[in-house]
């Protein structure tokens, strides 16, 4: 009887739980009035700095739009054939569906996540990587996959492209990407739901570069602005840049 009971509460939860989760979702793509729209053909590129080389941990995140996720649409990178990272959404290992994926180092030998990544609806992504640990990605704040981690990035001094990747096969990105931030600690759950739906201003611990993508191309904590690279496009009404 108490199986039962408990799961007849369930069924009737689970309406409310859904909810929640897209209430989640929603807000937060509501609570930024502004976004970068991106052409496909077009990128913002960021001068290389030591700090945007993390080498023990780090912590990618993004809300992003995205047109046609089929297309290994890039989030951020620092040249993954230069040694560095890569970070977006891909099916290059033939899964079947167009996945967060992460290449931490050399050749696109990346990890992949599970769940596909809609087109065409805000959601919010992030990826964890902590040398000789493990590779954590997220969707909406709930982990979406735990893999071992890759290899550590090599330091480079490749420009940090969003968008696309600097690199011969620049993998573009079509559609809108809102609050990038790029942190050098691995964050918990806890600490990526708890700043998931804030447009962030301050410096705050681990906390290397945020690009808040809204009005300009700013970095707001570390000085790490980006310059407009071919056909990147800044729109000028919000409903433009939120993609409505």
Same mark, same amino acid.
């Given at each position: ?24 979702q ?71 569906t ?6 931490? =180092? /050399?050749?696109?030998? &990346? *990890?992949y996540?599970?769940? !596909?990544? %809609? ?5 919010? $992504? ?13 969707? =909406? /704040?709930?982990?979406? &996959? *735990?893999?071992?981690?890759? !290899?550590? %990035?090599?330091?480079n001094?490749?420009? $940090? ?71 990147a496009g ?11």
């Open positions: 009887m108490a199986g039962r009971r408990s799961l007849r509460i369930l069924v009737a939860l689970l309406p409310l739980l859904m909810l929640v989760g897209l209430g989640r929603a807000d937060a793509a509501d609570s930024f009035a502004y976004t970068v729209k991106f052409s496909g053909s077009g990128y913002i590129s960021v001068p290389h700095a030591d700090d945007l080389n993390p080498t023990t941990a780090f912590t990618i995140e993004a809300w992003i739009k995205v047109d046609n996720p089929g297309s290994c649409p890039t989030i951020i990178s620092k040249d993954y054939t230069q040694g560095s990272f890569w970070f977006g959404v891909c099916n290059l290992d033939g899964g079947g167009n996945r967060l994926a992460l290449n931490s =180092n /050399g050749s696109f030998a &990346a *990890v996540g599970v769940a !596909p990544i %809609p087109a065409s609806v805000w959601t919010h $992504v992030a990826v964890t990587w902590v040398a000789g640990g493990q590779t954590i990605f997220y969707i =909406n /704040g709930d982990i979406d &996959a *735990v893999r071992a981690s890759g !290899p550590a %990035p090599v330091a001094t490749r420009p $940090v492209y969003i968008a696309a990747s600097p690199s011969s096969t620049p993998f573009y990105f079509s559609g809108n990407i809102a609050e990038l931030r790029l942190w050098n600690v691995a964050r918990s759950q806890n600490n990526i739901r708890e700043t998931l739906t804030i447009a962030n201003q301050e410096k705050l611990p681990g906390l290397v570069a945020d690009w808040n993508l809204s009005d300009n191309y700013k970095e707001v904590v570390g000085g790490h602005d980006g310059t407009v690279g071919t056909a800044r729109c000028t009404t919000p409903a433009q840049h939120r993609g409505d």
